[in-house]
Antibody
């Protein structure tokens, strides 16, 4: 059974940093691209970042480019999101999600809440 | 910012059929990229409902169906049930940003 478990969320002040983690199990993590998708309170879904299976290809939404860094450790079956220079508008539940076949998100974690507030 | 447009809400009585539209543009749906749908029950993570315009993952009831035409797509729920009350999102691919979502539609079972 595929499991994705996010951690690392919390309350941080504007301008601060936070590192999210996603622990994966139940599939061959090193074979698939991974993504972060966020959802602001009461709002819709927004894709944040993608990383290919070998970390060769990395993409970011314009809203986080230059501030967030996605990475992965295939030996540890883990995905990360380093978030710097956080803003109030980054407040959201952050989900990690797999893309296994084509252009859809097959599996999602339960999410971790990031709150940026003074 | 959402690139795909959905109606904010739709509603129907149990047993009825409801449809949700998803309108994109020539850079995403109209460019030939597939449309996928997700169901998000209250307080939970999204779950893949339809992939590749009209395909259902294992375990998804056949009363959920999807279609695509031109720059739009739609999700139909036939035989609406109380457990279908949720938010539904369409998703496609674009040149930038790479993955785009719809604005989301809340389905209410009357």
């Amino acid at each position: 059974e595929v499991q994705l478990v996010e951690s690392g969320g919390g309350l941080v002040k504007p301008g601060g940093s936070l590192r999210l983690s996603c622990a994966a199990s139940g599939f061959t993590f090193s074979s698939y691209s991974m993504n972060w998708v966020r959802q602001a309170p009461g709002k819709g879904l927004e894709w944040v970042s993608s990383i290919s299976s070998s970390s060769s290809y990395i993409y970011y939404a314009d809203s986080v480019k230059g501030r967030f860094t996605i990475s992965r450790d295939n030996a540890k079956n883990s995905l990360y999101l380093q978030m710097n220079s956080l803003r109030a508008e980054d407040t959201a539940v952050y989900y990690c999600a797999t893309v296994m076949s084509s252009t859809w998100f097959d599996y999602w974690g339960q999410g971790t809440l990031v709150t940026v507030s003074s | 910012q959402s690139v795909l447009t959905q109606p904010p809400s739709v509603s129907g009585a149990p047993g009825q059929r409801v449809t949700i539209s998803c309108t994109g543009s020539s850079s995403n749906i109209g460019a030939g990229y597939d449309v996928h749908w997700y169901q998000q029950l209250p307080g939970t993570a999204p779950k893949l409902l339809i992939y590749g315009n009209s395909n259902r993952p294992s375990g998804v009831p056949d009363r959920f169906s999807g279609s695509k035409s031109g720059t739009s797509a739609s999700l139909a729920i036939t035989g609406l049930q109380a457990e279908d009350e949720a938010d539904y999102y369409c998703q496609s691919y674009d040149s930038s940003p790479y993955y785009v979502f719809g604005t989301g539609t809340k389905v209410t079972v009357l």
